[in-house]
């Protein structure tokens, strides 16, 4: 799995089970900040707004959610392609596939900020499966709004 002095990374070779945990440790990293942010998050927001705020960052953060998910199974759906063109030597084609991706995630990013943060009332309306009382729907849009700026400029 290991090549001696590089220490690249070889699935092809070697024990599975290994190289998927070495694979995989990136995306569960990522995960489990994202879980300790949103922990924080509550914690802040209950200590200082209350349950109303609660309400508010709970119905915004599954929109947060669906949006972060996106764009997990987005980059593994990429990485596919990517790893396809770099088995088979193609270099050109990961560069251009990289480049394509990286620009595409910048577009896609700032058309989702901006309609997250100027359409936060009616991602909630779209919501209502979830029933949220009228008065957690204004602080949950600015809930929405928060945390599509916060997170998107990084």
Sequence with gaps: MWKDSTKEVHMETGP????????????????????????TDCLVICHWVGDTGLAAVGIGGLILSVIINFFIGFSSGISVIISHHFGAYRYSKVQTAIGTVVSLGLIIGVL?????FFGAERLLRWQQVFRAKEESTAP???AIRVSHAKVKTY
């Design 16 to 39: 599975i089970g290994k190289a998927l945990f070495i694979f995989t440790m990136p995306v569960l990293l990522c995960q489990l900040l994202q879980m300790l942010y949103n922990i």
């Design 112 to 116: 989702l900020t901006a309609g997250g």
């Design 140 to 142: 949950a849009a600015s």
